[in-house]
């Protein structure tokens, strides 16, 4: 089964409009993390958002928020006032337990924000 | 402040050929490493990473191998490429006993012919 599902392949947005980029994880596992990667079309991954499974506040960091809902196991990223700069392939993440070989990635939403 | 530096940017290597793909960190000590495999359209797959010199776990069989042969560098490797080694290779790094957050290079793109 699949633990970590972004099922939106691609996602367009209005800049300056927020956008929800969807992701749902699987674990059994009572402590772990999700996060949120961004990956520009020049290839590097650049570190967004972290959400651990005891936080009782969903986690923000400028214009990025996570939707953390325990309950239905789903971690979504919100960008707000989006920029033309924000389109990006989003990766959601998630870790189980403290190593690193529990680490596991979705397979991306490809966001496009139109001017 | 910490960097991590991961060459060549992109590759082009014909099928049976070796590889050497090379990732060092500046700015940190005893950085935990990470070596990761983006095929197209897909998600990030763990396939090594190091807790210290010489210590390799590989997560999954395969025909690469990894090697850490001084505390900040990390090389991927592979005797005789295939075809289905084509894809998008990041080093990573995080803190010492951490996971999170995972510094990423800015990867390489390796074409097997």
């Known amino acids: 089964a699949q633990k970590i599902t972004q099922t939106q392949p691609g996602m367009f947005v209005q800049e300056k409009e927020a956008v929800t980029l969807d992701c749902t994880y699987d674990?059994?596992?009572?402590?772990?993390?999700l996060f949120w990667y961004k990956q520009p079309s020049s290839g590097e991954m650049i570190f967004l958002i972290y959400?651990?499974?005891?936080?009782?506040q969903n986690a923000t960091e400028g214009r990025y928020s996570l939707n953390f809902q325990k309950a239905r196991k789903s971690a979504n990223l919100v960008i707000s006032a989006s920029q033309l700069g924000d389109s990006a392939m989003y990766f959601c993440?998630?870790?189980?337990?403290?190593?690193?070989?529990?680490?596991?990635f979705g397979s991306g939403t490809q966001l496009t924000v139109l001017p | 402040s910490q960097t991590i530096h991961q060459w060549p940017a992109t590759l082009v290597q014909p099928v049976g050929s070796p590889l050497s793909l090379e990732c060092t960190v500046e700015?940190?000590?005893?950085?935990?490493l990470y070596w990761y495999r983006q095929a197209a359209g897909r998600g990030l797959q763990l396939l090594f990473y190091?807790?210290?010199?010489?210590?390799i776990s590989s997560e999954v069989p395969q025909n690469l191998s990894a090697s850490r042969p001084q505390d900040r560098q990390f090389i991927l490797s592979s005797k005789k490429l295939l075809l289905s080694d084509s894809g998008f290779y990041l080093c990573?790094?995080?803190?010492?006993?951490?996971?999170?957050?995972?510094?990423f290079g800015n990867g390489t793109r390796l074409t097997v012919t």
């Open positions: 990573a790094w995080s803190h010492k006993g951490r996971v999170l957050p995972l510094h």
């Open positions: 700015g940190t000590s005893n950085p935990n």
């Open positions: 674990t059994s596992d009572p402590s772990y993390g």
């Open positions: 993440a998630m870790r189980e337990g403290g190593s690193a070989r529990q680490l596991t």
């Open positions: 190091s807790v210290g010199i010489g210590q």
């Open positions: 959400q651990g499974s005891y936080d009782q």
